[in-house]
């Protein structure tokens, strides 16, 4: 029986802005000319890179698939526990934290094709995360607009100084999926629906979705994600 997420065929990349833990598309001879799709996934608080492959099972195989570790260490668990983002005394996310590992993320994605041996279709890179990795995403999407061809928050949140530069138009006009659980008590749905209003202003191509669970994931929003993916993927 498979316990937890399926990370099989995967091998760990270190040495670059982040270490990775990468699944390669497959068949490897059969790469287009202009270079694979690319999904990025990002895990949440406490989890580490193999745990985000729990969202893409379904994900088309001849995507690049790319999971960094969060750079910030929980404790010693063994098994791995890191994060992206600490709080300030106000209760908010530390905008310098932010700014400061969305750089790392930025940079990563600028090296997949060197760090990875896959050759990268620049225009094809979609970044996608599960709560902590929800805030990143729309971070990069505020602050990196030009490296994403969209974005898949899962149950997270997004940040005042990402709010303001997406309400402004920054990411308009390219595609986002997010979802989130109605009985969600970690980040409450509000969270979700908080961004979701702020995209919407802001012109971006929502696809918005809202499930009976709580801060988790299901085999139906998984495939939900593939779903809408799949189709926006050129070979």
Same mark, same amino acid.
Request: proline letters at 8%; glycine letters at 12%; a negative charge.
């Given at each position: ?15 670059? @802005? ?8 497959? @068949? ?61 005394? #106000? ?7 932010? #700014? ?38 729309? #971070? ?23 709010? &303001? ?14 979802? &989130? ?8 749905? #509000? ?27 299901? @085999? ?10 799949? @189709?926006?993927?050129?070979?």
């Amino acid at each position: 029986m498979q316990l937890g997420p399926d990370t099989s065929g995967t091998e760990l990349i270190e040495g670059g @802005p982040l270490v990775a833990l990468v699944r390669r598309p497959q @068949p490897a001879d059969a790469l287009p000319e202009q270079g694979s799709p690319a999904l990025v996934m990002i895990h949440g608080f406490g989890a580490n890179e193999g745990d985000i492959y729990e969202l893409v099972p379904f994900v088309d195989r001849r995507v690049l698939v790319v999971a960094p570790r969060g750079p910030i260490k929980v404790d010693d668990n063994p098994r791995g526990s890191w994060f992206w983002s600490v709080k300030t005394a #106000e209760g908010v996310h530390d905008p310098a934290v932010l #700014e400061e590992n969305a750089a790392k993320l930025a940079a990563l994605i600028g090296q997949l094709s060197t760090l990875t041996g896959v050759k990268v279709d620049p225009t094809q890179v979609y970044l996608g995360g599960f709560s902590q990795g929800g805030l990143m995403s729309l #971070e990069m999407a505020a602050r990196y607009p030009d490296l994403l061809a969209g974005i898949l928050p899962q149950s997270g949140l997004i940040s005042e100084g990402a709010a &303001h530069k997406l309400r402004d138009g920054i990411f308009r006009g390219k595609p986002a999926f997010m979802v &989130h659980g109605t009985r969600d008590t970690i980040l409450p749905v #509000e969270r979700g629906r908080q961004a979701k209003e702020v995209l919407e202003a802001g012109g971006v191509d929502l696809t918005y979705k809202e499930y009976n669970f709580g801060h988790v994931n299901s @085999p139906e929003s998984r495939r939900d994600l593939a779903n809408w993916l799949n @189709p926006r993927l050129k070979f």
